[in-house]
Structure formats: C-alpha cells, structure tokens
C-alpha cells in the first residue's frame, strides 16, 4: 500500500507507527481552494494509495481514481439500523442553514448541533438559539461565491438535539467490520486520551458495528455513556479524525492490508 500523508501532529503519529512498521509514505501539502498535492505523489499503483489528513484530500483522490484512497462514509443519520441506539435520534430536528432564521424559535434554549454530513464544516457543539441564528445570519449575509471551501453553505444540512449530559466519550475504529482499537477521549467535561474502554462499552460498539454490516470498508464510530445508557455519538472519516490514544500499529496494520478488489473508496 502506498501511503499518503499530509502534514498534521495526528499524522506525525501515524508515520512513527509506519517506521517501526517499516511502511514508506511521502509527505505532502494540498493546495488551498484547487486541491492539488505538493510535491505532486508519484503514484505507483492507483489501486493501492491510501491518503491520511484533512477530509479535503477526498477531492484527490477522487479526481485521480486513488483505491482506497479516503473511504468516504455516508450520514449516519439515516442509517435505519442505527437510529434505536442515536443519542436523541428520535427527537432530532434537521434544517438547512437558509431555514435556521424562520424556523429555528428564538427561544433561548440550548440546542447541540452538526453538520449532517461529514465534512467538518462546523465541530459538534452546544450552542443558545441566538447564536445558532446569529451563525446562520452571518453565512446568509455572504453571496455563495464568497464562502470558502469547506465552510457552511446556505444549503448545509444541520442535525439539532437536545443537550445530553455525558459521563464518558470514546472513539473506535472500524475497519472490514471489526473494531481494530479505541481511545477513550473525554470524562465529563474533560478531555483525556487514554487507550482504554468499558467492557460494556467495548461490546456496545461491537453490536453498532454488526447491526450495520459494510456501511463502510474503515470508519470511526464515537459513543458515549450518558444517563439513559450508552448511546452512539455518530460516525467520521477516518482518513480525517483525531487519533487520540488509539493503537496506530494495530490500525495501519489493518488499512496496509487492503488492496483493490476488497476496499473501494
């Protein structure tokens, strides 16, 4: 496997990991606002690259045939097998940014939300329906042509919840269906990498992983303890997620072995 990585602290772990593991990658800069690699890769097999750093590097790999090369998920949101286990899934209100002024009430109640899509347009977070509305207010103010890329979008879809509150936070790693490793990344109000999980916890994700078979060759799956019981958080990329505490020799053990024919991007 080719591996390709641009230049992040998270990505300086996952090249100690393939030293020692003595897998060769290069190192690359994208672009702003074409997407192109500099230097640009030699590609030796476009059926066997694989590209770790921003989620933008998806446009490359696209645009280049690259296998895996970023596994892109769908929204978790409208995995009908995961919607009994969605931390407020049931209850979950969805606009599109252009909708959030008319019909989101100026209540001054506190809304948790993100993008529906994974694209890192906006972290999850708590957020007042002021600001909520103020936020909206802003991008809607800007022609479409003036917003960046990877920035909201008057069509952005968001998901709102009803702020839940949480014991603990963790992050796994799926690859061909079966959890690889996990780091928990949050106690309360804190945040803590640790490489460790509750057994239950462990065996929640396992069930998540098995109730939606091939949702995608590698994910990251976030669940968390809360006081109705664990719950899923949602799903990332994970060519573009934080590694936290996770075992990157156990993980880039796993994606080194995908070839094309058993992955597609």
């Known amino acids: 496997m080719q591996w390709i990585l641009q230049d992040f602290e998270d990505t300086r ?3 100690d990991a393939l030293d020692r593991l ?23 097999d ?16 696209k645009a280049n045939d690259l296998k895996p090369g970023v596994f892109k998920i769908r929204p978790f949101v409208h995995e009908k097998p995961w919607h009994p286990f969605l931390l407020n899934g049931a209850d979950a209100l969805f606009l599109t940014l252009r909708d959030v002024p008319e019909q989101l009430p100026d209540d001054g109640k506190s809304w948790f939300l993100r993008p529906v ?19 909206a207010n802003r991008v809607l103010a800007l022609e479409e042509h003036e917003i960046p890329n990877g920035s909201l979008r008057h069509d952005t879809e968001l998901m709102f919840t009803k702020p839940v509150r949480i014991f603990k936070e ?44 091939d949702y995608a060759p590698a994910y990251v799956i976030d669940i968390c303890r809360t006081d109705g019981g ?18 990157l020799l156990k993980l880039v053990s796993s994606i080194d ?8 991007s």
């Open 13 to 15: 772990k996952m090249a």
């Open 22 to 44: 003595e897998i060769p990658y290069t190192w690359h800069k994208v672009v702003p606002f074409i997407g192109e690699l500099t230097p640009p890769p030699s590609i030796n």
């Open 46 to 61: 476009p059926n066997a690259v694989v590209m770790f750093g921003s989620y933008t590097l998806w446009r490359y790999a």
């Open 117 to 135: 899509e994974d694209s890192k347009e906006e972290p999850g977070q708590v957020k007042t329906t002021g600001e909520i509305i103020g936020l």
């Open 170 to 213: 963790w992050r796994l790693w799926a690859v061909r269906d079966e959890i690889v490793t996990f780091s928990l990344y949050k106690e309360g109000s804190r945040v803590v990498y640790r490489h460790e999980i509750d057994e239950d916890a462990l065996i929640f994700a396992k069930e998540l992983v098995a109730a939606n078979p």
């Open 230 to 247: 664990l719950k899923m958080l949602e799903t990332n990329c994970i060519n573009a997620a934080g590694f936290y505490a996770a075992d």
């Open 257 to 264: 072995e995908f070839s094309d024919g058993r992955a597609k």
